[in-house]
């Protein structure tokens, strides 16, 4: 059975920064296609960004570029987001997601739908 549980989240002021991480359990870690999402109250869930484990291959939403970093500890089976240059946008319900194993090609993606597993999520609340 998949399992992941994020953890992490927290409140800070504007252009704080936070670590949230997922340990991921249940499956084969390798060459699996990972992400972190995020919704906030009213909207639709959105893909933040992704890492495919077998190469370190990453896609980052445009809105975070620059400012938020997922990697992974592969000998822990563990993923992470750090989050710099927190925004009050940037408050949402953060999940960790995984596709399975498929292509690097294939982990090109940050739709939602392409992703069948689902952590609980942590909460990231950025005051202004």
């Known amino acids: 059975q998949v399992q992941l549980m994020e953890s992490g989240g927290g409140s800070v002021p504007t252009g704080g920064s936070l670590t949230l991480s997922c340990a991921a359990s249940?499956?084969?870690?390798?060459?699996?296609?990972m992400g972190w999402f995020r919704q906030a109250p009213g909207k639709e869930r959105e893909g933040v960004a992704t890492?495919?484990?077998?190469?370190?291959?990453?896609l980052y939403a445009d809105s975070v570029k620059g400012r938020f970093t997922i990697s992974q500890d592969n000998g822990k089976n563990t993923l992470y987001l750090q989050l710099n240059s927190l925004k009050p946008e940037d408050s949402a319900m953060y999940y960790c997601?995984?596709?399975?194993?498929?292509?690097?090609?294939?982990?090109?993606?940050?739709?939602?739908?392409?992703?069948?597993?689902w952590g609980q999520g942590t909460q990231v609340t950025v005051s202004s």
């Open positions: 890492i495919y484990t077998g190469n370190g291959a990453t």
């Open positions: 997601a995984a596709r399975g194993t498929v292509s690097s090609v294939r982990c090109r993606t940050l739709d939602r739908r392409d992703f069948s597993n």
């Open positions: 249940g499956y084969t870690y390798a060459r699996n296609c």
